[in-house]
């Protein structure tokens, strides 16, 4: 069976996919999700990087010919066939905030999707006025997503995370290789110690520009940013952040 791992933008996302996709027993797909195949293609991801489709295979699934479940069963079945894990790192983002791309669900649609094929599910969260802050970065984002959308997203994942077991973007930077462990034992994946090694040369990964195209350096501890009084007393007034706090063991 694959291994779908949930997760949101700006929570850390891209590091822990060179973290995770270096490992030797895995085979990484990079922010897929069966609405976002136009964008980000799991079938030529699956080609170029792990050579689990042939050119002729490729072109089928462009043509249209092959569901989006069926597309993944397959891979999971050829990465088997290696001894190899197929890890999904799915695209959350789609379902929980959508912006650009599509209206928020506020549940996985992949989950749904693939619940046929039984996935290993796991979920790594981030501080959500934190994760907030870093999305503001993006032009993609900035000034185009409204608070309340944003917090009722990130209290729906919450939930979904709390569901299937969850690792915190914060404590991976404080403890890459214990926590590291714990993400592959939820996930169902196994541990490479020589993670350590590889990571930095990865790039086998989709994400913030900055991360994708160049090694990066060590693994800092992840620094909290202080928002502007306003900002965060909009944060504190809603309900849904508080309970998506609550939830994730976060300090509001």
């Known amino acids: 069976m694959p291994s779908l791992w949930l997760n949101l933008a700006r929570s850390g996302g891209t590091l822990l996919s060179r973290c995770l996709g270096c490992m030797d027993g895995v085979m990484l797909l990079s922010e897929v999700h069966p609405l976002g195949v136009r964008v980000i293609d799991p079938g030529e991801q699956a080609a170029r990087w792990h050579k689990l489709l042939t050119s002729a295979e490729l072109r089928h699934w462009a043509a249209g010919r092959l569901r989006y479940d069926a597309l993944i069963e397959t891979l999971d079945a050829r990465a088997q066939a290696r001894g190899k894990t197929l ?16 209206e928020p669900s506020f549940e996985s649609r992949s989950s749904l999707l693939l619940a046929g094929l039984r996935p290993t599910r796991f979920a790594t969260v981030r501080h959500p006025m934190d994760q907030w802050l870093s999305q503001q970065r993006l032009d993609v984002l900035r000034d185009r997503v409204e608070l309340a959308v944003y ?26 290789d214990g926590v590291l462990r714990r993400l592959c034992e939820g996930l169902g994946v196994p ?9 930095q040369r990865y790039d086998r990964v989709t994400g913030d520009a900055e991360t994708t195209a160049r090694a990066v350096g060590p693994i800092r501890p992840a620094r909290r940013r202080e928002p502007e009084p306003a900002l965060r007393d909009h944060f504190q007034a809603s309900e849904d952040y508080q309970e998506t706090c609550r939830v994730l063991g976060y300090s509001p």
């Open 87 to 102: 890890l999904l790192r799915d695209w959350s983002h789609l379902d929980f905030l959508g912006v650009p791309f599509t």
């Open 151 to 176: 917090l009722r997203g990130c209290r729906a994942f919450a939930e979904l995370a709390a569901s299937v077991g969850f690792a915190k973007y914060e404590d991976f930077t404080l403890e890459p």
């Open 191 to 199: 541990f490479d110690p020589a993670w350590w090694e590889n990571f």
